[in-house]
């Protein structure tokens, strides 16, 4: 198999959970779209059933533009185990995900005229309960699991009604996101090992090294090599650094969560698309990977 790459936008408001403005969807998404359109490639938006409300039009522009629309909840609320703790960030009760992803699919789908049927989890926090209200909803894709943290699972896979992270026989095709698992971890969770922010804060020479590790690691575990990634509008547009003011009071997110967003992430994404085409692979959204697995 031609080693295959998916883009997967996450359309949330700027610095995910950090703030409520939607700045980098707005601007940042037309400048996605230029470089894709620019390499001919498709990717798939994960909107946020509140984004895909008050900005319609980006949804059409992404869906005309020819990509897969999918839905990244409600609010960008945490619905899945957590992964490590994060101050007033805990996620939703079991109970309570099958509502929130069939509103948010609703408000997608109002917007798409369509049915959305891919999914991805803020944080890629998924569970058990999450993947049987997306199966029960009609989704056929799901690209949250986070491969750097369960270490697992290294190709897509239908799992177990029981357990997310395990081969099963859910319909539903659960692509896991990219991580170097050739490298050893410093980080407690592994998260050293993940593509995310790489390409933004080291370049996308620095993260083709990871890649041509995974390639050579899957030639001989003989896997087909399936990489998915996550980035967000406002990584490609110019974030504020320091203090952010809204609500109640200030946020002020870690400097590499900020780093090099704006025109540079651009001319990396660009660079990043160049060097994967040297390496032969091909791209496609997760509705597409449904087909081949
Ligand atoms: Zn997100």
Not at 80 to 104: N, Q, T, W, Y
Request: contains cysteine.
């Amino acid at each position: 198999m031609k080693p295959t790459v998916i883009f997967g936008f996450d359309m949330e408001t700027d610095i995910g959970s950090w703030t409520p403005f939607y700045k980098g969807l707005q601007k940042g998404t037309p400048r996605i779209l230029s470089v894709l359109d620019k390499h001919k490639i498709t990717a798939t938006f994960f909107f946020v059933g509140d984004a895909a409300g008050q900005y319609p039009k980006i949804v059409k522009m992404a869906d005309r533009a020819g990509h897969e629309v999918g839905c990244h909840t409600l609010y960008h609320e945490t619905i899945g185990d957590e992964l490590f703790s994060i101050p007033g960030i805990k996620p939703m009760l079991p109970e309570e995900c099958f509502h929130r992803i069939e509103v948010a699919a609703k408000m997608v789908n109002k917007v798409l005229g369509k049915r959305t049927t891919s999914f991805r989890a803020p944080r890629l926090w998924g569970s058990t309960a999450m993947l049987n209200a997306l199966e029960e909803l009609g989704f056929t894709a799901d690209a949250s699991y986070p491969l750097y943290f369960y270490e697992k699972r290294l190709a897509p896979y239908h799992p177990s009604r029981k357990d997310w992270t395990k081969e099963g026989n859910m319909k539903i095709l659960e692509i896991p996101n990219f991580a170097d698992m050739t490298i050893k971890s410093k980080d407690e969770y592994g998260r050293d090992r993940d593509q995310w922010p790489l390409f933004r804060t080291k370049g996308a020479t620095a993260l083709m090294k990871h890649i041509d590790n995974m390639l050579a690691f899957y030639e001989r575990k003989k896997l087909p090599p399936v990489f998915c990634f996550y980035m967000h509008p406002w990584e490609f547009y110019e974030m504020p650094k320091g203090l952010i003011h809204f609500g109640e009071g200030a946020v002020m997110p870690d400097p590499f969560i900020v780093k090099n967003c704006g025109k540079l992430a651009v001319r990396e994404l660009d660079k990043f698309i160049t060097l994967l085409k040297k390496r032969g692979v091909e791209f496609c959204s997760c509705r597409d990977l449904t087909r081949k697995f």
